[in-house]
């Protein structure tokens, strides 16, 4: 059984940053990709970015991409999503997910996911 856990959430100001991190544990924990989604109040849950297990191919929906950047730690057990230049649009709940092998922008086709980490931004 795999299990995530997230942390790092918090409040700050427009313009700031935060880095989110998702731990991973479990005895099968290899060849998974790790997806972050964030989930605002009165919205569906959406995808934000994702990673391959190797690390070397990563994917970031638009409102994204320029400003928040996947990585995963040298253990591969970690997945990071750094956050700069953050806008109060982008407060919300960021859950992390796992699936096997590739990523995809489905939260449906994920088979694991944390319990979320709260994030707020400040105007």
């Known amino acids: 059984q795999v299990q995530l856990v997230e942390s790092g959430g918090g409040l700050v100001q427009a313009g700031g940053s935060l880095r989110l991190s998702c731990a991973a544990s479990?005895?099968?924990?290899?060849?998974?990709?790790t997806g972050w989604f964030r989930q605002a109040p009165g919205k569906e849950r959406e995808f934000v970015a994702a990673?391959?297990?190797?690390?070397?191919?990563?994917h970031y929906a638009d409102s994204v991409k320029g400003r928040f950047t996947i990585s995963r730690g040298n253990a591969k057990n970690t997945v990071y999503l750094q956050m700069n230049r953050l806008k109060p649009e982008d407060t919300a709940v960021y859950y992390c997910?796992?699936?096997?092998?590739?990523?995809?922008?489905?939260?449906?086709?994920?088979?694991?996911w944390g319990q979320g980490t709260q994030v707020t931004v400040s105007s």
């Open positions: 997910a796992a699936r096997k092998f590739y990523y995809t922008e489905y939260e449906g086709q994920y088979d694991y």
């Open positions: 479990g005895p099968t924990f290899t060849n998974y990709a």
């Open positions: 990673i391959t297990w190797s690390g070397s191919d990563t």
